[in-house]
């Protein structure tokens, strides 16, 4: 029996009624975006509605979510699964009382475990389930297999692009790998684009427009729209500060749109896509089938 099989049979042994986290993978088909300033300003954002929320921060080498909120983790995931640290132990607290949990290399490394491992992950994960509302995952740009494994993995993704016509070309070049991954189901996962650093609403919704036209007719893809961020020196002054716009200047239009998105998000999942996405759990047992073909 392989790895994917054993860590799924783990998972259908757990009959006890358990709480799960909403997981959503933000992603970009090219980096510098603002793919993690909206990562972690929706963080912020739901939480201030009462959320708990997590961010695993899945951007190997680069820890922008790190750098964005001024911390330095001191463990991260491979820490709980090779060197016996407890979970509550890895989760940095940020603004707001969000968790971030730094994956480094630690995702790359739960390919390769026995069974005892498999059944700690498993653990592992229903405890994250268990303590968050959201667990919003912030994954690498591009398509590397990495951040493939991880959307395929996903049933909820927000998709980062700007109105410059290189970061539309290279959204949709992510959405065209996808589409052509034998891994991937169309009605498993439910895309949401964001137009970021927008001069209105309107050149985000034309944005949208442009990609989902090509995409529906060449990929038959569905996607929907999430809203715009516009561009505004607010945001370049929180940067500098180290800090983001939702807590630097919480009235800025940036701040105000992402607010806006994370109302949009709360409340516009039906009951029956929350149970469908089964947790970060689910997600993880995912990951390891698609690794293991």
Same mark, same amino acid.
């Given at each position: 029996?392989?790895?994917?099989?054993?860590?799924?049979?783990?998972?259908?042994?757990?009959?006890?009624?358990?709480?799960?986290?909403?997981?959503?993978?933000?992603?970009?088909?090219?980096?510098?975006?603002?793919?993690?300033?909206?990562?972690?300003?929706?963080?912020?954002?739901?939480a201030?509605?009462?959320?708990?929320?997590?961010?695993?921060?899945?951007?190997?080498?680069?820890?922008?979510? $790190?750098?964005?909120?001024?911390?330095?983790?001191?463990?991260?995931?491979?820490?709980?699964?090779f060197?016996?640290?407890?979970?509550?132990?890895?989760?940095?607290t940020?603004?707001?009382?969000?968790?971030?949990?730094?994956?480094?290399?630690g995702?790359? $490394?739960l390919?390769?475990?026995?069974?005892?491992?498999?059944?700690?992950?498993?653990?592992?994960m229903?405890?994250?389930?268990?303590?968050?509302?959201?667990?919003?995952?912030?994954?690498?740009?591009?398509?590397?297999?990495?951040?493939?494994?991880?959307?395929?993995?996903?049933?909820?993704?927000?998709?980062?692009?700007?109105?410059?016509?290189?970061?539309?070309t290279?959204?949709?070049?992510?959405?065209?790998?996808?589409?052509?991954?034998?891994?991937?189901?169309?009605?498993?996962?439910?895309?949401?684009?964001?137009?970021?650093?927008?001069?209105?609403?309107?050149?985000?919704?034309?944005?949208?427009?442009?990609l989902?036209?090509?995409?529906e007719?060449?990929?038959?893809?569905?996607?929907?729209?999430?809203?715009?961020i516009?561009?505004?020196?607010?945001?370049?002054?929180?940067?500098?500060?180290?800090?983001?716009?939702?807590?630097?200047?919480?009235n800025?239009?940036?701040?105000?749109?992402?607010?806006?998105?994370? $109302?949009?998000?709360?409340?516009?999942?039906?009951?029956? $896509?929350?149970?469908?996405?089964?947790?970060?759990?689910?997600?993880?047992?995912?990951m390891?089938?698609?690794?293991?073909?």
């Amino acid at each position: 029996m392989d790895q994917a099989q054993q860590l799924r049979n783990i998972i259908k042994q757990q009959n006890m009624q358990r709480h799960l986290a909403r997981v959503i993978t933000v992603t970009s088909g090219k980096g510098g975006v603002g793919k993690s300033n909206v990562s972690v300003n929706l963080a912020l954002q739901l939480a201030r509605k009462g959320k708990r929320v997590i961010i695993l921060d899945a951007d190997f080498g680069l820890a922008n979510v $790190e750098i964005m909120l001024g911390i330095r983790p001191k463990y991260n995931l491979a820490d709980v699964m090779f060197r016996g640290r407890d979970i509550k132990e890895i989760i940095s607290t940020g603004p707001e009382n969000i968790g971030i949990i730094s994956g480094g290399s630690g995702i790359k $490394e739960l390919t390769n475990i026995g069974s005892d491992q498999m059944q700690l992950l498993v653990n592992v994960m229903y405890e994250l389930d268990a303590i968050a509302d959201f667990i919003i995952i912030d994954t690498g740009a591009g398509i590397s297999s990495n951040v493939m494994e991880m959307i395929l993995s996903s049933t909820e993704v927000i998709l980062v692009a700007t109105p410059e016509p290189t970061s539309i070309t290279d959204a949709y070049a992510l959405l065209k790998t996808l589409r052509r991954h034998p891994d991937y189901k169309t009605d498993s996962l439910k895309i949401h684009v964001v137009g970021n650093r927008t001069q209105n609403n309107n050149e985000g919704r034309e944005l949208f427009e442009k990609l989902s036209s090509v995409v529906e007719k060449f990929l038959d893809m569905d996607m929907e729209y999430l809203g715009a961020i516009p561009f505004d020196n607010f945001l370049q002054k929180a940067v500098m500060r180290q800090q983001p716009v939702s807590v630097a200047f919480p009235n800025a239009p940036s701040a105000k749109a992402l607010c806006h998105m994370a $109302e949009v998000i709360e409340k516009g999942q039906k009951v029956e $896509e929350i149970k469908r996405s089964n947790g970060i759990s689910s997600l993880f047992s995912r990951m390891f089938h698609n690794y293991g073909r």
